[in-house]
């Protein structure tokens, strides 16, 4: 018989999964429970950090994403850890000091980290340079990253120059990020066969999402093709826009010649543990449902809906056809960048500003940036009417050289802020939460005390308010005043308003 | 390039979609409005009718079930409608005899039906020869079927050998039927490359449905193996216990050399109905989870929540663990059918009555013949104690003959005993109403003047039931007795008890 290759596995319940599924609200006190099961299951790598976690653990969680980090290096001794790092942005939405990056990246490995899956929005390598570095620097794994999207400047022979130019940069692996389910099977078979044709000895790891349905074909196609780790998520937190199953990508492969070596009653605990958490997030929940419209019109869920509550807080839900409709223009006239974060928000932000003020009447601050390249280069030819508008309404020059070229070491000043701020405990993690999300992290520090806040909800609980909220519109409950009844007094029947007592 | 080889697509939306997702509940007067695009769309087929929609028709909408089939003929007229055909059970739960079969199948094609997917749940191809000789006569596209399963005793030989059988009776095409989600993607490749082999020029359709959630990458196998049709459901109907997405399908296929030539506008009509239509019957949806546990368990989804509520009824939900480790057992002492219906009722229903009472303590009347061979053949041995218990039970004899060859002509009998009952209109589909679901049938002539039903439900209709069904509990609402309120009462305040007016 032919002989199996072992294909690797990287689990992302604890990070991209509810990130996709439940607006990243899932609190490490209902992930601990997996914990045991997920370390011996026999992943390749587990996603536990970075992404939007750290911004929602401060923002909604009241949790201290450093002390997350380590919980998961002392619940999952045998694992390694993995995180979703924005290149030269870090965690936050702008682009830091050399410095800063350095230091946070000491920091997460110090803590815990063990895999960098680092990529830049624009797929411009210069950007994730100093953080691959830094990892190199502290014996972790690098790992680059190609953002698949899809565009007339887009083609396998460009992405195989990323590719090289990231084995260049010195990277342990690389990543085929599909952040919106638009890689489709032959396609995923022909950029994977190529770039290890380029580098048979270059680990290819591959990330899909599942919104658009295809993407588990497109993992088989990936493997065929030689990619040797892919990304799933457990069932019971799969599927819509999160991830394929873990348990299907297994039993998939089953006489392929390829093996996934997974262990199937750990994988039935870890399904059962989060089967059961995840009701308490129904209020987070996207709707769940296969969408293929993104093929045409490129853009990933969660922009749809951010966008849609833009144009809601503008009085102006019914122009979200408009801005579906502007968004591929305004990609166009930036040059074609892939849509992720942050270029996802800026380029619909952009779109949504198109369509209520006219045409580029106003640019935001960050589309502004984008088109004069201080988010760093794009593939394609930015408009130049555009870049005039930029222009005028910045004041700014376009630059090309590598945007952090431009700023200036800034831990000591981030430090001395940070140490001015009540609650502050004196750490460089705390500097580096400071330094991400300068906004949030004084109240942070602030209700730190007060310990994690688990926002999800007993669906008993959520049924009740519902009720509750139900009939005090319907008026059908007590809470209304001066409801007409008839009422026994003392043994006479009275017609009369009541109040609750 | 290469060429590009054209695969046909069957839209089960309103038919076996349905049925797996929402309890085959769904009113024709809820699918019409997506029968132009459906009939336009460019599917190979329509599969429409038969399965459980005639039964569920009859016993839940008061609707005729040839009154719905003579619709979709009117409203889909370039479209080849499909209906699945239970064999010699036709779409009741015994064997009929050879006229009413007979009957059955002209009157099915005289109302509009054009494609007949025949299968026999013991793939004892003797189960489906007359009715596709029947079909054959009247000139209509018989399909035979073999359903998927894994045994000891099932390999892909075997299936072959079942295909030839059915070649050799004079099918014009052969589906798969993948009713449990267990055709992983290899044994899909080998499968149908196999009968590909054997007989070159032979259709080949596959059946999957989307449960464990590998099988759209079984679908896609299957493509390259040479299957020339494959099933799928429009998204919004698509997935968990159904099918995979038409759309995602057609997307898969880009680039790999097959084309799925369907109008993606139309696509997007057709999805944009049922995505409005599904909310109303929330009522009835399966919860909408990958499992692959079916692996191991060889237990479909139905069947366990089947299984589920007769151990309820019992007052023994707490067995439910012991039944799923004794199926397996029932199915290897009957030979190693395959698990559809009738077959996966008779073995579940057999395995709960083992738990409950004691091992083949009880046999049911189903059960009793299905070993002692009134369902006809399998592949495995039959326990030879459980058949000595089978007819000390019922005083039968086991038999080896087609079962059918005990069934005397019974047209005449059953159209008397249907011109007997109120209601009855006094057509050879009424006669066969009654000879499908004599106990059903009845009520529903008699109620049938009063018109389809649809039980379907705006979603805000089904909240305010469970707001006032939760207040009632609650005690929040005025429907409850006795609540203790402070009344004022010509100025006086007075504590009271209150009883609604």
């Known amino acids: ?295 045409d019109s490129q853009i990933p869920g969660g922009m749809i809906s951010n966008m849609e509550s833009q144009l809601k807080a503008q009085g102006a839900g019914d122009k979200m056809r408009e801005v579906l409709e502007e968004v591929p223009r305004v990609r166009k006239d930036a040059g074609y960048s892939p849509l992720v974060t942050p270029s996802s928000q800026i380029v619909g932000t952009q779109a949504v500003f198109n369509v209520l003020m006219g045409r580029y009447q106003i640019l935001t601050a960050e589309f502004a940036d984008l088109v004069l390249g201080y988010y760093g280069s794009v593939l394609g030819e930015i408009d130049p009417d555009v870049v005039e508008k930029a222009k005028a309404q910045t004041g700014k020059e376009p630059i090309t050289v590598r945007p952090a070229d431009l700023i200036d070491n800034e831990w000591d000043q981030l430090a001395a802020d940070a140490a001015a701020l009540p609650g502050f405990d004196g750490s460089d993690e705390d500097v580096l939460t400071y330094a991400m999300f300068p906004k949030v992290a004084p109240g942070f520090f602030a209700t730190r005390p007060e310990g994690p806040k688990n926002v999800g909800k007993d669906p008993a609980e959520v049924e009740a308010e519902r009720v509750a909220a139900a009939a005090k519109d319907a008026g059908t409950g007590p809470v209304r005043t001066s409801i007409k009844y008839e009422v026994t007094v003392n043994g006479r029947k009275h017609s009369v308003a009541v109040d609750p007592a």
């Open 1 to 295: 018989m032919e002989t199996t290759r072992s294909i690797g596995v990287t689990e992302v319940a604890l990070r991209d999964a509810h990130q996709s599924l439940m607006a990243t609200r899932m609190a490490l006190s209902d992930m601990v429970g997996a914990c045991a099961d997920i370390d011996q299951a026999g992943f390749w790598s587990v996603e536990c950090w970075g992404g939007a976690t750290f911004d929602a653990c401060i923002r909604f969680l009241n949790e201290d994403p450093w002390e997350r980090l380590r919980t998961f290096r002392t619940l999952l001794p045998n694992s390694r850890l993995q995180m979703l790092l924005r290149g030269q942005n870090l965690l936050g939405y702008r682009h830091y000091g050399d410095d800063v990056v350095d230091h946070f990246v000491e920091k997460a490995a110090e803590n815990g980290m063990d895999v960098f899956r680092t990529f830049d929005a624009l797929n411009d390598t210069r950007n994730v340079e100093r953080a691959i570095a830094a990892v190199k620097r502290v014996g972790k794994h690098a790992q680059g990253t190609l953002c698949y999207t899809t565009s007339p400047e887009h083609d396998i022979d460009v992405f195989v120059r990323q590719a090289t130019e990231l084995r260049d940069i010195g990277v342990d692996s690389i990543a085929v990020k599909d952040m919106a389910a638009l890689l489709k099977p032959q396609v995923a078979y022909d950029l994977v066969k190529a770039i290890k044709d380029e580098m048979p000895q270059m680990q290819v790891n591959v990330h899909c999402h599942a919104t658009t349905g295809v993407t588990l074909v497109s993992l088989m196609k990936a493997v065929e093709a030689g990619a040797d780790v892919c990304d799933t998520a457990i069932s019971s937190m799969s599927l819509g826009p999160g991830h394929n199953p873990t348990e299907s990508f297994q039993e998939m492969l089953e006489g392929t010649g390829y093996v996934a070596d997974l262990d199937k009653v750990r994988l039935a605990d870890i399904k059962r543990h989060f089967a059961e958490v995840k009701p308490r997030y129904q209020q987070f929940m996207s709707s769940y449902t296969v969408e293929t419209e993104i093929f």
